[in-house]
C-alpha cells in the first residue's frame, strides 16, 4: 500500500519551467516556502512545521526537525497545498532562478533521492524530506555541495530543480568524474567523493578547479549544465563596476550606446 498522496502533474515551459500539481479532493502537496506560483480556488495552504511524512509525531520532534533545518539553512516552516474542495484542483511551482524541474517517483528508485541543499521544489504528502551530513570529510570540504545534502524517502512523487540543462547517467559499477558544482542528484546505492583534478599544472591552469567529484556504485545520477552558483559568478563578474567599467557591456555598440546615452 503507498503511503504518499498519489498526485499527478505536468511540467511546463523549457528553460524557465515550473510544475503543475493536480489534486485530487484532499490531496496534500508539500513545497519550500514562496515556491508556489499560482493556485485554483479551493486550495487551502497552511505553514506547518514538518513535512508532515509522520502524522504521529510530536510536537517535540516536530520542533527537532524544524531546528535542523534551520541550523542547515533552511526555512523553519514548510507550506502544506491540500484541496479542500470537490473536484480536481492545481496549483503550480517554479524555482527562483533559469533551469529544468526533475519529476521523479521514489518508488521506481528504490524510496530515496539524495539531490543538492535547496533544490527540493515540492512533494507528494506523505514524502520525508531530512537532511544528509556527507560522511566524508574531503568531499564536504572541497566536493562544491558541502557537507549537507537533502535526502528524500518515500514512495510518492517528488520534485526537484536544477540550473540549466538535466542529464541522466545510469551507473552500473561504473566511475563518473564531474565538475563539483554540477552535480544535480543521485539514487541511494551511488557513492559521492572527490579527487584532485589532474596534475599541479591542471589544477592551477586547466579552469577546471582544483577537485572534481567522483560518483560510483549501481543507480542513476542527474548532472546540471548551470549551477546556481556558476551563473551568479558569471554575472557578478561581468557586471558593470560602480566606477563606470565597461566590462560585460559589449563590445564598441556597448560604447556607442553609453555615448548615446550619455555615459
Avoid at 61 to 78: D, I, P, Q, W, Y
Avoid at 164 to 178: F, H, I, Q, S
Avoid at 202 to 223: D, P, Q, R, Y
Wanted: overall charge negative; hydrophobic content about 40%; glycine content about 14%.
Amino acid at each position: 500500500m503507498q503511503n504518499s498522496h498519489e498526485i499527478d502533474y505536468e511540467i511546463i515551459g523549457h528553460d524557465m519551467q515550473l510544475v503543475e500539481v493536480e489534486l485530487d479532493p484532499q490531496e496534500t502537496v508539500i513545497a519550500e516556502a514562496g515556491a508556489m506560483t499560482y493556485m485554483e480556488q479551493d486550495i487551502q495552504f497552511e505553514a506547518k512545521m514538518g513535512d508532515g511524512s509522520n502524522p504521529d509525531e510530536g510536537f517535540f520532534g516536530k520542533l527537532f526537525s524544524a531546528g535542523k533545518r534551520v541550523l542547515t539553512g533552511e526555512g523553519l516552516f514548510m507550506t502544506h497545498f491540500t484541496n479542500q474542495g470537490h473536484q480536481k484542483r492545481r496549483v503550480a511551482f517554479a524555482a527562483p532562478y533559469p533551469g529544468s524541474i526533475l519529476a521523479i517517483d521514489l518508488q521506481e528508485i528504490g524510496g530515496e533521492l539524495i539531490c543538492q541543499k535547496d533544490s527540493f521544489l515540492a512533494a507528494a504528502l506523505g514524502t520525508k524530506v531530512s537532511q544528509r551530513f556527507n560522511r566524508k570529510l574531503g568531499a564536504g570540504f572541497f566536493g562544491g555541495e558541502g557537507f549537507i545534502l537533502q535526502s528524500l524517502q518515500g514512495d510518492g512523487k517528488v520534485f526537484v530543480h536544477a540550473g540549466g540543462t538535466l542529464v541522466r547517467k545510469e551507473l552500473n559499477g561504473e566511475t563518473l568524474r564531474v565538475d563539483t558544482g554540477c552535480i544535480a542528484a543521485f539514487s541511494n546505492g551511488i557513492d559521492y567523493d572527490i579527487e584532485r583534478a589532474g596534475s599541479m599544472k591542471s589544477m592551477l591552469f586547466g579552469g577546471e578547479g582544483i577537485f572534481l567529484a567522483t560518483l560510483s556504485g549501481h543507480g542513476s545520477v542527474w548532472l546540471q549544465s548551470l549551477p546556481f552558483s556558476r551563473m551568479a559568478d558569471r554575472i557578478i563578474a561581468n557586471a558593470p563596476s560602480s566606477g563606470g567599467s565597461d566590462k560585460g557591456e559589449g563590445s564598441v555598440l556597448g560604447s556607442i550606446g553609453r555615448m548615446v546615452d550619455g555615459r
